[in-house]
């Protein structure tokens, strides 16, 4: 059973554009949502996170939105770099300390 | 801090043989975390630890043991390699920082290959 379904798998921008990576959660006990960005030969790294009592974060280009009653959050990042190229990966937790689980990733090329 | 060390980064395995995957902290973290990536899988939960003393299975904990060996260290062992155990295994950690923060650190990886 999947419990975040991340789409899409794959995602070619071009530099200065937008890219928009979208994730579905089943379980409402979830209160913690994080993306995290991995660049290869690394591990992942912790790029942004939201609770679910605000719907938008923002960090930089980084956005976080969040629709609870829709039980979906998605990642923006605005003006998009080469530097940006990387998978990023949507996750959830119920509690403090409690294993992630991970969506499948998305891979982000952005060309110039 | 060198943040989550894994030992070693890279390793050949022939069907069968068994091998420990070392796994150290210096963040004085209570959890520890083993993942396996694997290509259009994404990150699966093999085993954790939710404090020294105590573990507990994960998504995918078949064909694997683990040891929290002390706070800091966390191993994971493979009795009789197989093939479909190739992948890349990713460490990781997290204590309570703030409220807000549930931040997991990963380790760089050991891409292991069974042959």
């Known amino acids: 059973q999947q419990q975040v379904k991340q789409s899409p798998q794959s995602l070619i921008v071009q530099k200065g554009g937008i890219s928009i990576i979208n994730c579905a959660y089943e379980?409402?006990?979830?209160?913690?949502f994080p993306w995290y960005q991995q660049f290869p030969g690394k591990g992942p790294a912790l790029l942004i996170a939201?609770?679910?009592?605000?719907s938008e974060k923002k960090e930089g280009r980084f956005t976080i939105s969040f629709n609870k009653s829709a039980k979906q959050f998605s990642l923006h990042i605005m003006d998009s770099q080469p530097g940006d190229s990387a998978t990023y990966f949507c996750?959830?937790?119920?509690?403090?300390?409690?294993?992630?689980?991970f969506g499948k990733g998305t891979r982000l090329s952005v060309i110039a | 801090n060198a943040g989550v060390t894994q030992t070693p980064k890279f390793q050949v395995l022939k069907t069968g043989q068994s091998m420990t995957l070392q796994c150290a902290q210096d963040?004085?973290?209570?959890?520890m975390y083993w993942y396996r990536q694997d290509p259009g899988m994404g990150l699966r939960l093999i085993y954790y630890s939710a404090s020294e003393g105590t573990t507990d299975k994960g998504e995918v904990p078949n064909g694997y043991n683990v040891s929290r060996l002390n706070k800091r260290e966390f191993s994971l062992r493979l009795e009789s390699a197989a093939p479909s155990q190739t992948s890349v295994y990713f460490c990781a950690s997290s204590g309570t920082t703030t409220y807000f923060s549930y931040e997991q650190y990963f380790g760089p990886g050991t891409r292991l290959t069974v042959t």
């Open positions: 963040m004085n973290h209570n959890s």
């Open positions: 996750a959830a937790s119920i509690l403090r300390d409690t294993p992630l689980v």
């Open positions: 379980n409402t006990a979830f209160d913690y």
């Open positions: 939201i609770r679910p009592d605000v």
